[in-house]
Every structure is written in structure tokens, then in C-alpha cells.
């Protein structure tokens, strides 16, 4: 997969990742708005060119408060998230090139008033996701506030998702229409957080197109296999 090519998708206006794109930059809107006075802190995972927070950032009337961390390992859509902070004047929002699953990168900048966990649900397996939802606790403070995506083609996980952010503390705030096309989730963190346990990988990225190909290819051999014999 072209993960800078990918980007295109949201300048098609009526594409499912447009519309998908603006439902989470509300909620990145609605979080910010609604964050106590002062400073804030935000990590962003796998965070691509960082439309989800620059644009709405830009022109945010809490945009002088947020120091920001997008970490991102594709090198052209760093070069895009970063000349887009520059272009805005975003002076606080830094842009990494690295592995978004160590969260070591986020080492300083946490526990964060609102952390994003977008495009990286979908593209990585059950275990990884559950796993990455037990860590949150790590990166979000008391308070604060995780927004997440999951495409909610069978096997639908965006229930099973709830139910592992609840399990770790962080109560539900929004969740996008099951017939929206995709799904866009709000949970905020009502609990303590953990200390930051350094050198911790929260997942493999695999890609949804080779996990869609491996759950075909599953699915074709159960519904072939020899029945047992009796």
C-alpha cells in the first residue's frame, strides 16, 4: 500500500475517507474546545500528513495552547504534516519520522490531554488492537480524551472496541452511525494514569489489505474443509 498516494482520498469530497476526515476533525474540535484552560498536550499515532489535527488546529482559537507530536514513519507524508504546520505557524506541533508504536516517541509529551489513534485500527490484528487500548492508560491523562477509527466492514470490531476501552477505563462520548460508512470513536480516560513503561511496542502494522486477504483466504479453506468424519 501507498501510504502517501492514499491521502488523495480525502480531496474527493464525497469519498468515504472525506467524509470520515471531517468526522474526526469535529471530535479533534469538540476535544480541544472542551479541554480545561491551559496548556495542552497532544500525541498523534501514525498520524499520516496530520490533517486530522492541523487543520482544525490552524484556525482553533486554542491553537497557541497545544504543544502537538505527530509521528508518522512515511518520510513524504512527514515532509507534508510538517510543511503544513510551517504554513500555519503551528510552532508547537512537531512532526516525527519514526515508528508510531513505540511509545517512546511520546515519552515527554505524555500523559496527554488528547491522544490520536486514527487509521491504525483497521490495519492491525485483534491482539494488537486490544493490546494498544491497554496501553492508552499510559498515554492519556485523567480527563483526557482518545479519538479512533475503525472501518466497520465484517468482522466487525468497533463494538468489541468499546467494550476493550471501557474494560481500561475510559468512558464512551461519541461513536459515528453504524451506517456512516466507517467508524469514528470518542472514549475519555476516567481513571489514574499509569507510568510510561519505556521501550513498550503497541503493535505490528500490518495493512488492511493483507489482513482482508488473510481473513478470505481463512474463510475459503473452513468452508472447504473436509467434514469430519463419524
Known sequence: MDWSSWHDQYDVADSWPARRLRTVQAQVHAALSEAPAGGLKVISLC???GRDLLEVLAGHPRRDDVRARLVELDPRNTAAAAESAGRAGLTQVEVVTGDASLVDHYADLVPADLVLVCGVFGNITDADIEHTIAVCDQLCGTGGTVIWTRHRAAPDRVPLICEWFEAHGFAPRWLSAPDAGFGVGVHRFTGTPRPLRRGTRLFEFVGY???REAAATAAESAR???????
Open 224 to 230: 472447504t474443509a473436509e467434514p469430519p468424519r463419524v
Open 209 to 211: 489489505d493483507v489482513l
Open 47 to 49: 498520524a499520516g500528513e
